[in-house]
C-alpha cells in the first residue's frame, strides 16, 4: 500500500501556444470568470483553491481550475499541502492584447 504524500504538479499550457477560440472559451463560462476575477483582484500566489467564492464542489473546481491552466490563463503550484494560484497575466496581455481588460471590466 502506497502512501500518497506528493500530488503530480499541475501542468501549464504557455499563452504563446493558446488558440484564440481556447482562451474566449475558457472565459466564456460563469465559474471560470468568477475566478479569474478573482485573482486579478489579488497579489500573486495569495490565493489556494480552497479560498474561492464559487458555487462548485471540489471536482467541479479541480476541472475549472484544469481548463484555465490549458488556456494559459492561470499558473499553479503546490506550497506545502496547499496548491497556490496566479493569474497569467502579463503573459496572456501579450498573446491577447486588451481581452482580459474588456472580459474584466464587464459585469453580469
Known sequence: MSNR???????HTHPDDVPVQTALAALADPVRLQLVRELATAADWEHTCGTFDVPVGK???SHHF???RAAGLIEQRDLGPKRVNRLRR????ERFPGLLDLVLRERP
Open 59 to 61: 471536482a467541479a473546481l
Open 66 to 68: 484544469s481548463v484555465l
Open 5 to 11: 504524500s506528493h500530488r503530480s504538479a499541475p501542468l
Open 90 to 93: 502579463p503573459e496572456f496581455d
